[in-house]
């Protein structure tokens, strides 16, 4: 509760407001000027991570080229790692397109100041960077700003085949994009989860949304079963491609006449609204990197009874307890739970299942600070014969 409640709506404000002054960050814009186009704002955006970071951010260029009209046009993507300090194999990821566009898509010398699309979401990346950055967690974080994803996701395009060649394991990506709002929109969230229902982006997707009611219930998540917006695709689609579990988040109710040209201005956001976003991703962040690792699924046998399984696993010694989860295939929480204490965990039996129903069966490890760890993949069972 404590880091929800320093998130700064004037951090927020400074930080989408001083990427607009560039003018623009369009992918081919100059390099070559301290105050105005995407160097000038990829410079800032390093220098930033550098400054919030309390010493512990690693701070590097991811660079690669984007052809042209015959030229190639040197892109870099900022990427910055918080290490934890455990064991867990894997890493969450957070990101957002730091670059602009306007109305012309390869027109590199007009305004463009992208202030919600999508400063706003580099700005989410931060603010969760330099609240983060106070404490140590068990596991590492990424936080990637993207380029060039305006012309087709070249960043992250990129950025996911380098680190899968690195063997790199990613147990969670979040991505903002247009997460700004505008004063009267509803208090929730677009999150872009690919179907079906048992896909990893959809678990994913039930984590996030009870995470976020635990510490933020007045923000909810409207989780849509599609991977993004119809005919939109944005820098998560690189990650799903590789089988990486990755969400979009976007605003409530977007403007498409404030998107892709001048009118796109800092004025237009709603500050508490892009506060709350921040608080959402800094939740779930801070539950997956606090907590315990990620579960193996558990193995599961039926019993005599119908309706009821026994659940076996090796507790984590890091574990204060389990939450069992025993959610019907079309449910879209995870809820009800069987909570578990370490004394019982190992060897549970499940009864009073509907012997007609179809359920997903997974856990998640809770640590003796309450944090919650992402859920097992789901084990399926029942109907009974």
């Known amino acids: 509760a404590e880091l929800v409640n320093a998130v700064s709506q004037q951090q927020l404000l400074a930080y989408v407001q001083t990427m607009e002054g560039f003018g623009t960050r369009h992918s081919f814009s100059v390099t070559d000027r301290a105050d105005f186009g995407v160097g000038a704002a990829r410079t800032w955006i390093f220098n930033e991570f550098t400054r919030v970071g309390n010493g512990r951010l690693q701070v590097e260029y991811d660079e690669f080229p984007v052809s042209f009209d015959g030229v190639d046009w040197p892109q870099r993507n900022v990427v910055a790692t918080l290490p934890g300090t455990g064991t867990h194999p894997g890493v969450v990821v957070l990101m957002a397109h730091y670059d602009s566009r306007t109305i012309e898509v390869n027109d590199g010398t007009a305004r463009a100041p992208g202030a919600n699309d999508n400063a706003s979401g580099v700005a989410v990346l931060l603010e969760v960077a330099r609240l983060l950055s106070s404490r140590f967690w068990n596991q590492d974080i990424v936080f990637v700003a993207f380029a060039a994803e305006e012309q087709g996701t070249h960043g992250s395009r990129h950025f996911v085949a380098d680190k899968m060649l690195d063997g790199w394991l990613v147990d969670a990506a979040l991505n903002n994009d247009i997460v700004g709002g505008r004063p009267g929109i509803p208090q929730s969230i677009r999150v872009f989860a690919a179907a079906p229902d048992t896909s990893p982006a959809q678990q994913l997707a039930r984590y996030v949304d009870y995470v976020a009611g635990l510490y933020i219930p007045t923000f909810g998540t409207a989780v849509q079963d599609v991977a993004d917006r119809e005919g939109r695709f944005s820098d998560h689609i690189r990650f799903l491609n590789a089988g990486i579990p990755a969400l979009r988040l976007t605003e409530s109710q977007e403007e498409p006449t404030y998107q892709h040209n001048g009118l796109d201005t800092a004025d237009r956001i709603d500050y508490n609204y892009l506060r709350q976003t921040v608080q959402l991703n800094l939740v779930t962040a801070a539950n997956i990197i606090g907590a315990p690792a990620r579960p ?90």
């Open 296 to 385: 193996a699924p558990p193995n599961v046998a039926q019993m005599e009874l119908q309706g009821a399984y026994l659940l076996t696993w090796v507790p984590d010694v890091q574990a204060a307890g389990y939450a069992i989860s025993f959610r019907p295939i079309g449910s879209p929480t995870f809820e009800p739970f069987r909570l578990v204490g370490i004394n019982e965990a190992g060897n549970v039996a499940l009864t009073g299942l509907n012997p007609n129903v179809e359920y997903g069966v997974s856990m998640a490890a809770i640590g003796e600070n309450g944090r919650l760890s992402l859920f097992s993949p789901e084990i399926f069972v029942g109907p009974f014969p």
